[in-house]
Structures are given as structure tokens and as C-alpha cells.
């Protein structure tokens, strides 16, 4: 039963341009929402996070949104820049109780330059 | 900047030998994770720790999975025998209290 599902497993943007890196959820007790990066061979880094009182949460070049009606959130990065180039897992946990991550898939984000 | 350490970062295992891995986290940081990442899926949960105790290991195999936080600083998680199958990376995460998770670099498991 996957959760938290990433539906794209990659994606492909122009440098200077938007990328937009969705994530969809199925657990309505999630009520904290996490990005994180990954290089190759190195340890997730987290990103950016985004609270179910809030909408939107924006930090420099990303933006995360948050549609708790439709069970869903976005990772906007602009404009996109060649170390962007990473795999970017969203992850979900409850706010009370163990606070476990449950991560997506992953989507590959490749920035061309 | 505090890091959360791990070691090994590579290891390299026949099938049926016992593996160890060791997480030094964050100064402070009360909550240690293991997760074990396969290629190409998201993290999952192995073992949570608060201090000293085990919060959560409903997801770690125990028939060969052990983990241990004797001190509630630094953690050992183990694999006795090794299989084909837990090729992988394990990542530790640690957490002062309901912030976000830091993680360590991971180590890169092969089960030949």
C-alpha cells in the first residue's frame, strides 16, 4: 500500500526555466509534508516543508503547495539551475505520535543547460 | 554544521555473513532512524529510537535484523545471516524532537 506515490519517475527541464515535481498521498492523518534531494551515493538533504494549517511555503527558490482536498503537493524550483540535478522524494508523517517519514518513489529532476 | 555520521559507507558482503553498520547523530538529537533504501523505491523505516528505547521496529526483519542504542547516542544496526535481498542502502536520520530529520551519507550494502 504506497501512501505516498510520485508518479513521475523523471523529469526533464531547461535551465532558467520552472520544474514542477508533484506528489500525491492517500493517508488523511498526514499533516506534515516534507521535500528532500538526493545526489548519488550521498544521504537525503532536506528541502523544504510545508504544514496541513498552511497552503504554501516558499523558501528562496522553492515553493512547495499544499491541495488537502485533493491529497496532493508540488515542489516548484525557479528558476531551475544545473545543481538542481538530483532525485527529490516527498515524504508525509503525522505531527502526534511516532513520527516516522513515509517517502515516495522518487522523481529524477535533470535540468538541461 | 552538525552532521550525522555513518560508517562504513561501502560494504561488501557474501550471502550468510553478518554485516554491522554504525550511526554517530546529531549532538542532542534524542530520536534515531534507520531506513533501508532499495534502488529506484523511497526510504523505509527499519527502527525508530527515543534515547535508549525502540519506538518503532514494526518493519525491521527480526529474524535477522537487530539494532541497538546502548547509550542513547550512537546506534549499531546488524544483519546475521546476510541475505541476496538486503542489498541496499541504509540510511540514519536523527531528530531532536518533532523537527525534521537530518540524514547521514548511508552505506551502501552488496550482498554477493
Known amino acids: 500500500d504506497q501512501q505516498v506515490k510520485q508518479n513521475s519517475p523523471s523529469l526533464s527541464v531547461q535551465e532558467g526555466r520552472i520544474s514542477i515535481l508533484n506528489c500525491d498521498y492517500t493517508n488523511s492523518m498526514f499533516d506534515y509534508f516534507l521535500w528532500y534531494k538526493k545526489y548519488p551515493a550521498e544521504g537525503p538533504t532536506f528541502l523544504i516543508s510545508?504544514?496541513?494549517?498552511?497552503d504554501k511555503n516558499e523558501d528562496g527558490r522553492f515553493t512547495v503547495f499544499l491541495n488537502k482536498s485533493a491529497k496532493h503537493l508540488s515542489l516548484h524550483i525557479v528558476p531551475s539551475q544545473p545543481g538542481d540535478s538530483a532525485v527529490y522524494f516527498c515524504?508525509?508523517?503525522?505531527?502526534?505520535?511516532?513520527?516516522?517519514?513515509?517517502f515516495g518513489q522518487g522523481t529524477r529532476l535533470t535540468i538541461n543547460p | 554544521e552538525a552532521e550525522v555520521a555513518q560508517s562504513p559507507r561501502y560494504k561488501i558482503t557474501e550471502k550468510s555473513q553478518a554485516v554491522a553498520f554504525w550511526c554517530d547523530p546529531i549532538s542532542g538529537h534524542a530520536t534515531l532512524y534507520w531506513y533501508r533504501q532499495i534502488l529506484g523505491q523511497g526510504p523505509e523505516l527499519l527502527v525508530q529510537?527515543?534515547?535508549?528505547?525502540?519506538?518503532?521496529d514494526s518493519q525491521l526483519p527480526k529474524d535477522r535484523f537487530s539494532a541497538e542504542r546502548l547509550k542513547g547516542v550512537d546506534s549499531t544496526l546488524k544483519i546475521q545471516p546476510a541475505e541476496l535481498g538486503d542489498s541496499a542502502m541504509y540510511l540514519c536520520?536523527?531528530?531532536?524532537?518533532?523537527?525534521?530529520?537530518?540524514f547521514g551519507p548511508g552505506t551502501r550494502l552488496t550482498v554477493l
Open positions: 510545508i504544514s496541513s494549517i498552511k
Open positions: 529510537f527515543q534515547d535508549e528505547s525502540v519506538v518503532d
Open positions: 536520520a536523527s531528530t531532536r524532537s518533532t523537527d525534521t530529520q537530518y
Open positions: 515524504a508525509a508523517r503525522r505531527v502526534q505520535g511516532a513520527q516516522k517519514l513515509v
